[in-house]
């Protein structure tokens, strides 16, 4: 509304061929994949998503916006790698939505190190992340749908486990998990007054129960009686659900 306010040639209707429509919003979407603005400070309260436009080089100063392909497509494997490592081929792959070609130019220009996985496959790491990690001892974790660690991996068994099925809605997007020393055990949701529940989807030990009703305990609080709504539902929330009497 203020874009269509402040540039009044935006505030019309185009019809393009095949009856296509050019409105504002179609401007601000061609404007982005041009990498002249992009979404900035967000305006609304939490939750709610209601972002400025803001032009790139403001929001990113002299970051570098304008890269060859091959350029951009290494950096992102190597974000990725930074982040997920080890991952085996397929897994970039399909997390960058490119070819294997490309994958694999990006990976020997980052000098990636090849590991063996726990399931014979073959993984790649950064060569600067090829030390062994220290264990971490146990932890728990509740994270939200749509959380990069459930989408981060094509190849998932390793901490779904036999529980794919019931924590991804009907177009594949991640609900809320349970996580307990690394594998997903459950989801959660909240009443209609907001507290959170954990729905486990296999048992755990006692340990691990008590730090998972602390962790939903710690969330309610922060939350504060926000609830947190959603359209990607699993099929273990909305089961979660029935069993609060909520609505996921």
């Not at 939750?47 to 929001?59: C, E, K």
């Not at 924590?167 to 949701?189: E, S």
């Not at 730090?211 to 539902?233: F, M, N, P, Q």
């Amino acid at each position: 509304v203020e874009i269509r306010q402040a540039v009044p040639m935006t505030d019309v209707k185009v019809e393009g061929s095949a009856g296509e429509i050019w409105s504002a919003p179609r401007v601000l979407t061609h404007l982005g994949a041009t990498a002249d603005i992009m979404r900035g400070t967000n305006t609304a309260r939490f939750p709610v998503s209601r972002p400025l436009w803001t032009l790139t080089r403001h929001w990113l100063d002299d970051a570098p916006v304008d890269l060859e392909s091959a350029d951009g497509y290494r950096e992102i494997v190597r974000r990725w790698l930074y982040t997920f490592g080890p991952g085996t081929e397929d897994d970039i792959v399909w997390w960058l939505g490119s070819t294997k070609t490309v994958v694999r130019a990006a990976l020997a220009e980052l000098d990636a190190v090849a590991v063996s996985l726990d399931g014979g496959d073959t993984g790649w790491l950064l060569p600067d992340d090829v030390a062994t990690v220290p264990d971490p001892g146990p932890w728990v974790a509740l994270l939200p749908v749509l959380d990069p660690t459930i989408m981060g991996w094509k190849n998932r068994d390793f901490y779904l486990g036999p529980h794919r099925n019931q924590l991804f809605d009907t177009r594949g997007n991640a609900g809320t998990t349970a996580w307990v020393d690394g594998r997903v055990v459950g989801c959660w949701i909240q009443d209609e007054t907001g507290v959170v529940h954990v729905r486990l989807l296999e048992t755990v030990s006692a340990s691990a129960r008590r730090s998972l009703d602390a962790e939903a305990a710690r969330l309610t609080e922060w939350l504060g009686g926000v609830r947190i709504g959603t359209g990607y539902v699993s099929q273990a929330m909305k089961q979660a659900a029935e069993i609060a009497g909520a609505t996921p």
